[in-house]
């Protein structure tokens, strides 16, 4: 199990992701539809009006695509697609949330992070002085089951 930081970098990294397809989708599978005093590329030019504007362009989605990566849904179908996006989206930021909240730490202030960071040094420095002195203690014995071991060799 990785610890939570990693956790929240994979968690980041997968919101990334998603951001980035859910894009990429919404991009190419759009429906298409003119915008006022605009044509769809490959049209030929409308009727002006007296006022000079052009004419609002009424293709239908039946025209073929402004660019070959354009490949447009159903209104219904972007609609549910979109949709799931946007939830698997959230869900994945809820993710997120339930992670930063279990860091620990979380809900302590500054001095409270720094004070215990203290205390767990100095508990470490004693803890180091402890295994010195077990290692110290260990060097002795080994050396003395030495000592009996090269006096029993010699009997």
Sequence with gaps: MADRLTQLQDCLDQLATQLYASIRYITSHHPSSPLAGQQRPGTPPGPQNAAGADQINTTTNNDPPASPSHRPDTPDTFAAATRELAHDLVLKQ?????????????????????????????????????????????????????AVIAQVKRV
């Design 94 to 146: 809820k993710q997120i949330e339930a992670l930063i909240n279990t860091l620990p730490g979380i809900e302590k202030s500054e001095e409270d992070q720094t004070r215990r960071i203290k205390e767990l040094d100095v508990e470490l420095r004693q803890m180091e002085e402890e295994r010195r002195e077990v290692v110290e203690e260990k060097e002795r014995l080994l050396e003395r089951v030495e």
